[in-house]
Antibody, heavy 116, light 112 residues
Framework: EVQLVESGGDLVQPGGSLRLSCVVS????????MSWVRQAPGKGLEWVSA????????FYPDSVKGRFTISRDNSQSTLYLQMTNLRAEDTAVYYC?????????WGQGTLVAVSS | DIVMTQTPLSSPVTLGQPASISCRSS???????????LSWLQQRPGQPPRLLIY???NRFSGVPDRFSGSGAGTEFTLKISRVEAEDVGVYYC?????????FGGGTKVEIK
């Protein structure tokens, strides 16, 4: 059974930092690109980052470029998202997702709240 | 960036009746490899999204055959042949042809 389990969400002040983790099981993690997608309260889905199988290539939308860093540890089947200089508009549930050219498996999400 | 536009925003449907959702992209989703990376996701209340359809018309593992996808280029459709109570939720189209990856705004399917 494929499982993706996110952790690390928290309440953080504007300008603060946070690192999210996603532990994967049920498929060969090192063989697949991965991604983070977020969903603000009551809103739609927004893609946040993607990473190649080796981790050498990373991709971001302009809304988080320069502030967020995606990485992976293939030996631990774990995906990470380092978030810095957080803003109120980053408040959302953050999902990790297995990515080919679509998101075929998703975690349950972890909530990040940015507020003073 | 490719903008994905879904209609309608909301679709009240009678149980057992069909439902249809449209998705339009601001530019062609045909990739240089010849494939079209348009997918559909379902998000039930309180749940993470779930992949239904990939590459326009391929049902993902475990997806009932009452769900079907069609279209080409910039115009795509998701159809539910006979809506069941468990189909209530928000449906999103998504393009994976080029970065940044983008989603439609969502269509809420609810029972009349």
């Amino acid at each position: 059974e494929v499982q993706l389990v996110e952790s690390g969400g928290d309440l953080v002040q504007p300008g603060g930092s946070l690192r999210l983790s996603c532990v994967v099981s049920g498929f060969t993690f090192r063989n697949y690109p991965m991604s983070w997608v977020r969903q603000a309260p009551g809103k739609g889905l927004e893609w946040v980052s993607a990473i190649s199988v080796s981790g050498d290539n990373t991709f971001y939308p302009d809304s988080v470029k320069g502030r967020f860093t995606i990485s992976r540890d293939n030996s631990q089947s774990t995906l990470y998202l380092q978030m810095t200089n957080l803003r109120a508009e980053d408040t959302a549930v953050y999902y990790c997702a297995k990515y080919r050219r679509e998101f075929d498996y998703w975690g349950q999400g972890t909530l990040v709240a940015v507020s003073s | 960036d490719i903008v994905m536009t879904q209609t309608p925003l909301s679709s009240p449907v009678t149980l057992g009746q069909p439902a249809s959702i449209s998705c339009r992209s601001s530019q062609s989703l045909v990739h240089s490899d010849g494939n079209t990376y348009l997918s559909w996701l379902q998000q039930r209340p309180g749940q993470p999204p779930r992949l239904l359809i990939y590459e326009i018309s391929n049902r993902f593992s475990g997806v009932p055959d009452r769900f079907s996808g069609s279209g080409a280029g910039t115009e795509f459709t998701l159809k539910i042949s006979r809506v069941e109570a468990e189909d209530v939720g928000v449906y999103y189209c998504m393009q994976g042809t080029q970065f940044p990856l983008t989603f439609g705004g969502g269509t809420k399917v609810e029972i009349k």
